[in-house]
């Protein structure tokens, strides 16, 4: 089952401008983290937040976690066109690393 | 440094003909290992994952088995492919903490 679920599913910006994807989880959790995936590849781990805390940042990207709404969002400052690509984000409940949960993903395309 | 193998990319294989995915890592002792499936326009499910050496634990019932004969090889297969077995499969290892998961170049599969 899907614990995460990205919004929106679909996002079109223009390059330059920020973007702003959310997701959603249901059961309580140890950390959240996002994922990139370019069309027809693996996945890229971007950034790891811990439920204990509420913002982290990481170059060009922000991520927040409000765990009172069981929600994060992920902020991309300033897009570049090489920003497009798929945004998911997952859940490890267990705190072991042992197993995450993955969202449906995000479409992110960046318009040059 | 540690860097994951997947193979073949690409697989086309007629309903009824057996499978078998290797995935092997480098650079790392005892990981946790995953092998997920993604279908089209759809976000990660986990098939499995496994703690140790000969340790497998199964997500979904389905056609497939995974098996791990080696510290840093995992396999995934099917004595008999099925139709809805199709997808992108991708592996993926851990270690216990707050990382995040490397993932391999996955391998896109078309049963016909």
Not at chain 2, 60 to 84: M, T
Request: glycine share 8%; proline share 4%; hydrophobic share 30%.
């Amino acid at each position: 089952s899907q614990q995460g679920e990205e919004d929106p599913q679909a996002l079109s910006i223009q390059e330059g401008e920020n973007a702003t994807m959310n997701c959603s989880y249901k059961t309580s959790i140890n950390n959240l983290q996002w994922y990139r995936q370019n069309s027809g590849r693996g996945l890229v781990h971007l950034i790891l937040i811990r439920s204990n805390e509420r913002e982290k940042h990481s170059g060009r990207l922000r991520v927040t976690l409000d765990t009172s709404k069981k929600s994060s969002s992920l902020l991309i400052t300033a897009s570049r066109a090489a920003d497009t690509a798929s945004y998911f984000c997952a859940t490890d409940a267990s705190g072991a690393n042992s197993k995450l949960t993955f969202g449906k993903g995000i479409t992110l395309s960046v318009r040059p | 440094s540690q860097t994951i193998h997947q193979w073949p990319a690409t697989l086309v294989q007629p309903v009824g003909s057996p499978l078998s995915l290797e995935c092997t890592v480098e650079g790392t002792s005892n990981p946790n290992l995953y092998w997920y499936r993604q279908a089209a326009g759809r976000g990660l499910q986990l098939l499995f994952y496994s703690v140790g050496i000969g340790q497998i634990s199964s997500e979904v019932p389905q056609n497939l088995s995974a098996s791990r004969p080696q510290d840093r090889q995992f396999i995934l297969s099917s004595k008999k492919l099925l139709l809805s077995d199709s997808g992108f499969y991708l592996c993926a290892w851990s270690v216990h903490g707050y990382y995040g998961y490397t993932f391999g170049s996955g391998t896109r599969l078309t049963v016909v």
